[in-house]
């Protein structure tokens, strides 16, 4: 290997490495702070850098083969935490936001590709939570949708479908939070079907 192909190889392993390092530590404030009243700030702040980063930063720093997917998938948290001013949506959040640790664990896994008890766990992982939680997650922001649209109508007197711009903020949490799901559907049919990596 020339010099120059060793000190690009080099560039590209330090970038890698310095974004693995900003994901653990984004993930873990954010859960942190998705049980805290400080979600609404925290998250969307660390996310939607994390965003700015992969989109304008070094396109070394991450290898994700899903990169599009990836970057949606953060906006979307950025946005469901912002929602977290509402109390009644914090509890749905949280459930959300243990979904969004799975990038810790592609990443760990990624880093010790050798490791069958860390691959093993990173498979349960993201078939328990990118394939069964998120429904739950989503399923929680339609209650909570469903039951402030009710008592909406009712104060109101008249049906929000008459004038869609009208509707409470909760319906658009709501398909947030459907749209995210459906992105952890896609991120799981690449990643299990092509072998692709997440991050």
């Given at each position: 290997?020339t010099?120059?192909?060793?000190?690009?190889?080099?560039?590209?392993?330090?970038m890698?490495?310095?974004?693995?390092?900003?994901?653990?530590?984004?993930?873990?404030?954010?859960?942190?702070?998705?049980?805290?009243?400080?979600?609404?700030?925290?998250?969307?702040?660390?996310?939607?850098?994390?965003?700015?980063?992969?989109?304008?930063g070094?396109?070394?720093?991450?290898?994700?083969?899903?990169?599009k997917?990836?970057?949606?998938?953060?906006?979307?948290?950025?946005?469901l935490?912002?929602?977290?001013?509402?109390?009644?949506?914090?509890?749905?959040?949280?459930i959300?936001?243990?979904?969004?640790?799975?990038p810790?664990f592609?990443?760990?896994?990624?880093?010790?590709?050798?490791?069958?008890?860390?691959?093993?766990?990173?498979?349960?992982?993201?078939?328990?939570?990118?394939?069964?939680?998120?429904?739950?997650?989503t399923?929680?922001?339609?209650?909570?949708?469903?039951?402030?649209?009710?008592?909406?109508?009712t104060?109101?007197?008249?049906?929000p479908?008459?004038?869609?711009?009208?509707?409470?903020?909760?319906?658009l949490?709501?398909?947030?939070?459907?749209?995210?799901?459906?992105?952890?559907?896609?991120?799981?049919?690449?990643?299990?079907?092509?072998?692709?990596?997440?991050?």
């Amino acid at each position: 290997m020339t010099p120059i192909k060793e000190k690009i190889g080099s560039h590209q392993r330090d970038m890698e490495y310095y974004h693995d390092t900003a994901t653990y530590a984004i993930v873990g404030v954010s859960l942190l702070a998705a049980f805290t009243s400080l979600a609404q700030y925290v998250v969307p702040i660390l996310y939607f850098s994390d965003v700015v980063w992969l989109e304008y930063g070094d396109k070394h720093c991450n290898t994700s083969q899903v990169p599009k997917l990836y970057k949606a998938s953060l906006i979307c948290t950025a946005l469901l935490a912002m929602a977290t001013h509402y109390p009644e949506l914090r509890a749905p959040f949280q459930i959300h936001m243990l979904v969004a640790t799975v990038p810790v664990f592609s990443v760990a896994h990624r880093q010790q590709k050798d490791n069958k008890v860390l691959e093993l766990f990173f498979v349960i992982a993201w078939l328990v939570m990118k394939i069964g939680m998120t429904w739950m997650a989503t399923f929680q922001y339609l209650n909570v949708a469903g039951e402030a649209y009710s008592k909406w109508v009712t104060v109101v007197n008249y049906s929000p479908l008459m004038n869609p711009w009208t509707n409470p903020p909760v319906i658009l949490v709501m398909m947030i939070a459907c749209i995210s799901s459906v992105i952890d559907l896609g991120q799981s049919f690449w990643v299990m079907s092509s072998n692709h990596k997440l991050i």
